[in-house]
């Protein structure tokens, strides 16, 4: 199977969309793509007035175009698709637990070269405070890794 790094950016955008929902159909993942398009949140070439580059209106993408990046998910094996009615649902074919463990670690390879106590470092230092709850977990996460390697 290809890895993460062979995906485009709207296979990436796509594939996050599938996770979200479980299970999507390709009017349901336009119409996530669409919502992300008016709120700014996926880069479709455009400028600040809605125009792209070159001055023409982007409308987010088609439905032909969003069926043919799912088409390409299934191609390269990170979506499976079955048949509701006479429409194609596609469901993503690795765990969601064994994605955000690839994805995490790509994270960390990409930002913090690897280093697990700089990304944890960057964490608890980008949230105002963090509770003392979610830092007794963390401690028992810690021991429970050292006694492990023991």
Known sequence: ????????RRERQVLEIVYAKQAATVADVQAELLARVDDGQVDDGRVDDGQLDDGRMSDGPSYAATRMVLQRLHKKGK??????????????????????????????????????TQAVSALLGSREQVSKEELDALERLIQQAKAAQE
């Open 1 to 8: 199977m290809e890895t993460d790094q062979t995906l485009s």
């Open 79 to 116: 979506l499976a698709a079955s048949r509701n009615g006479n429409r194609h649902v596609y469901q993503a074919v690795t765990p969601v637990k064994e994605a955000g463990v690839h994805a995490l670690q790509r994270l960390l390879d990409t930002f913090f070269a690897g280093s697990t």
